[in-house]
């Protein structure tokens, strides 16, 4: 009955204004509907219909049918068919980029770049939402970002044409993006210190490296890599995060650069470009120097830190024979002694407050799962040289040919600065021992070796086990009210602790995000490439965050951070008789829409 209908309807009626009407009438206080199929037709400047069906009673399903024949028949781009007959014709990824673009688009970010932008329908904005999407959900190389453009569905979600975007699209636009790392650092600080001012209470301050492949930038050189490459050219990484760990100003230093000298133009940054007042500064041992912390008194800033082991001696009245007796089993027992004024502030470490010393505040801390790790690491290394050293010798003993002094002396200083165990032991000594060897033709061969020993340092030896476990807090908290400091030692302790936001920032670019290697080779484009990172990092700490207060666990560095969102789809369904096709993305359940709705975030 329906297929007929469909056939008068289609052919007799085809393009007019059809939809499903009905009238209603009432016997013995039941109502009853009679259905028709009705046609909108404009008179003059009123709207009238004409019956041109009748239908008399219909069930609900039925009415429903008829009027999507009724739509059909109206609309010629619309096809009448089966479910056998729909298949599924292309698939590409959506969800977890739809997630990505409405965090980029809540932080209003193409707003950031102001600075010499693109003008054209592919702005430096766009290409940079595209880079920072990807390296959120999908890092690749930037050879392969437009490959991964069309196998997702960040053109239709963007409703942008991705035609002219290649190589070279991409590295004209890096340039851009370089160019306006400054806004960037402005927006990023602006909205975020608009939403949470308590966050900019302390603020956290780290470097890392990361090295280059096959590359030459002006800006890489050979220096200490925090990536175990020392082989490589690298780059020094410095980023702040305030203390929810979103990144608001972030730097690219020559490879070969001073953790030391990179502090100074940040502080100032804080102060006069940020306009940061009564802040903590908290950064790593390596960045500390005198000259330094002078800097960020004279600045009228505080600051949290810690001291390098061999520093940790040089502190005023500090006495450290108070660890002569510590071991794994005692610690606790000996220090907690009332003479010696140590509290505890965790399993994990005791400390005492040395008080203001010349105007810098210091908190001595005893670490024992640290202890044990600091003695057993050395016992280990010590006793591995000495079985190297052992064989050295057999090995010289045995020798066939001669050998030379100062390449079998540079053997041995090369293991010991190997296990970095070479301040313990004194200059290696070459005993000269003569062999005699007898060749082929029963001639006597003398061959010239050595005996090698190497002395411990035994003063220096006991001073480092005495610092074992120990570390060293300073701050210019030296405020006092009633003889109390009013930033207690225990705060100072936990805000050094809490550093721990800046490297889950580190951890996340370079493992999640993977910026390492560098695979660009002007300072423009790996300044440009470190700013999609954090831009990318930004995104995904946000989400991380919400996450967290919804379901308690921090996914920030986990796989599992976009999962709810994954199997989502922008998919092109085909009618197999009539070849058309129809292209949506697919909707969100109602479980994840709530999520969503949790989460903050709002799906456009």
């Known amino acids: 009955m329906l297929f007929i209908l469909y056939i008068v309807v289609h052919e007799q009626y085809k393009g007019c204004n059809m939809h499903l009407s009905y009238k209603t009438s009432k016997y013995k206080d039941k109502i009853y509907k009679s259905y028709s199929i009705a046609e909108s037709y404009r008179e003059g400047n009123k709207v009238k219909k004409r019956t041109l069906i009748k239908l008399g009673k219909l069930t609900a399903l039925q009415a429903e049918q008829i009027r999507k024949?009724?739509?059909?028949?109206?609309?010629?781009?619309?096809?009448?068919?089966?479910?056998?007959?729909?298949?599924?014709?292309?698939?590409?990824?959506?969800?977890?980029?739809?997630?990505?673009?409405?965090?980029?688009?809540?932080?209003?970010?193409?707003?950031?770049?102001?600075?010499?932008?693109?003008?054209?329908?592919?702005?430096?904005?766009?290409?940079?939402?595209?880079?920072t999407i990807n390296?959120?959900?999908?890092?690749?190389?930037?050879?392969?970002?437009?490959?991964?453009?069309?196998?997702?569905?960040?053109?239709?979600?963007?409703?942008?044409?991705?035609?002219?975007?290649?190589?070279?699209?991409?590295?004209?636009?890096?340039?851009?993006?370089?160019?306006?790392?400054?806004?960037?650092?402005?927006?990023?600080?602006?909205?975020?210190?608009?939403?949470?001012?308590?966050?900019?209470?302390?603020?956290?301050?780290?470097?890392?490296?990361s090295y280059f492949v096959g590359f030459k930038c002006e800006l890489s050189n050979y220096g200490h890599s925090k990536d175990q490459k020392p082989n490589r050219k690298q780059v020094l990484l410095g980023i702040f995060v305030n203390n929810r760990g979103y990144p608001f100003k972030w730097d690219v230093y020559p490879g070969n650069m001073s953790e030391v000298n990179t502090l100074v133009e940040n502080i100032d940054a804080c102060t006069e470009r940020f306009k940061l007042r009564?802040?903590?500064?908290?950064?790593?041992?390596?960045?500390?120097?005198?000259?330094?912390?002078?800097?960020?008194?004279?600045?009228?800033?505080?600051?949290?830190?810690?001291?390098?082991?061999?520093?940790?001696?040089?502190?005023e009245t500090v006495d450290l024979s108070v660890f002569d007796q510590v071991n794994a089993e005692n610690f606790k027992e000996h220090l907690l002694k009332p003479e010696f004024e140590f509290k505890q502030y965790d399993d994990s470490l005791l400390y005492k407050d040395l008080g203001d010393i010349k105007g810098r505040r210091y908190v001595l801390g005893f670490n024992p799962t640290l202890f044990e790790e600091e003695r057993k690491n050395r016992h280990e290394r010590i006793e591995c040289f000495e079985k190297f050293l052992v064989e050295k010798n057999q090995e010289l003993k045995n020798a066939k040919r001669s050998r030379n002094q100062e390449s079998t002396k540079q053997s041995i200083v090369n293991e010991l600065k190997r296990l970095k165990i070479k301040k313990y032991f004194g200059e290696p000594e070459l005993k000269e021992i003569?062999?005699?060897?007898?060749?082929?033709?029963?001639?006597?061969?003398?061959?010239?070796?050595?005996?090698?020993?190497?002395?411990?340092?035994?003063?220096?030896?006991?001073?480092?086990?005495?610092?074992?476990?120990?570390?060293?807090?300073?701050?210019?908290?030296?405020?006092?009210?009633?003889?109390?400091?009013?930033?207690?030692?225990?705060?100072?302790?936990?805000?050094?602790?809490?550093?721990?936001?800046i490297e889950n920032a580190f951890?996340?670019?370079?493992?999640?995000?993977?910026?390492?290697?560098?695979?660009?080779?002007?300072?423009?484009?790996?300044?440009?490439?470190?700013?999609?990172?954090?831009?990318?990092?930004?995104?995904?700490?946000?989400?991380?965050?919400?996450?967290?207060?919804?379901?308690?666990?921090?996914?920030?560095?986990?796989?599992?951070?976009?999962?709810?969102?994954?199997?989502?789809?922008?998919?092109?369904?085909?009618?197999?008789?009539?070849?058309?096709?129809?292209?949506?993305?697919?909707?969100?359940?109602?479980?994840?829409?709530?999520?969503?709705?949790?989460?903050?975030?709002?799906?456009?």
Not at 154 to 164: A, G, H, K, R, T
Not at 289 to 299: A, C, G, P, R
Not at 460 to 476: E, M, P, Q, T, Y
Not at 527 to 534: L, P, Q
């Open 278 to 315: 009564n802040i903590n500064v908290v950064f790593d041992r390596g960045i500390v120097s005198n000259d330094n912390l002078t800097y960020i008194d004279k600045k009228k800033l505080k600051y949290i830190t810690a001291l390098d082991k061999d520093q940790i001696p040089q502190i």
């Open 507 to 604: 951890k996340h670019i370079k493992s999640f995000l993977k910026i390492r290697p560098f695979y660009v080779n002007t300072d423009a484009h790996v300044r440009a490439v470190y700013s999609i990172n954090v831009l990318a990092y930004f995104i995904n700490k946000d989400l991380a965050e919400r996450r967290k207060k919804i379901d308690g666990i921090d996914y920030l560095n986990s796989k599992k951070l976009y999962e709810p969102f994954e199997d989502y789809y922008y998919t092109t369904i085909k009618d197999k008789t009539s070849g058309k096709t129809k292209s949506e993305p697919m909707k969100f359940n109602s479980p994840v829409k709530h999520y969503l709705t949790k989460l903050g975030i709002r799906m456009s």
């Open 135 to 209: 390296r959120c959900v999908d890092p690749c190389s930037h050879y392969s970002i437009p490959r991964w453009v069309e196998k997702t569905s960040i053109s239709e979600m963007l409703n942008q044409d991705f035609e002219p975007l290649n190589d070279d699209k991409i590295y004209y636009e890096l340039d851009k993006i370089d160019q306006n790392q400054r806004n960037l650092e402005d927006h990023l600080f602006r909205m975020t210190y608009q939403r949470d001012k308590e966050s900019y209470q302390y603020v956290n301050y780290d470097l890392t490296t």
């Open 69 to 131: 024949i009724c739509k059909i028949t109206s609309n010629p781009d619309l096809v009448m068919t089966t479910l056998e007959d729909v298949v599924v014709d292309k698939c590409k990824s959506y969800g977890s980029l739809a997630i990505a673009n409405a965090l980029w688009k809540e932080w209003k970010l193409s707003k950031a770049f102001k600075d010499k932008q693109t003008d054209s329908e592919l702005s430096t904005a766009v290409v940079a939402n595209i880079l």
């Open 434 to 501: 003569r062999i005699e060897r007898i060749n082929k033709n029963k001639d006597v061969r003398i061959i010239k070796s050595f005996q090698v020993t190497a002395c411990k340092k035994d003063v220096i030896l006991a001073s480092c086990k005495r610092l074992d476990g120990v570390c060293a807090f300073v701050s210019n908290h030296i405020e006092k009210d009633r003889n109390v400091f009013c930033f207690a030692a225990e705060k100072i302790i936990s805000a050094y602790r809490d550093k721990n936001k």
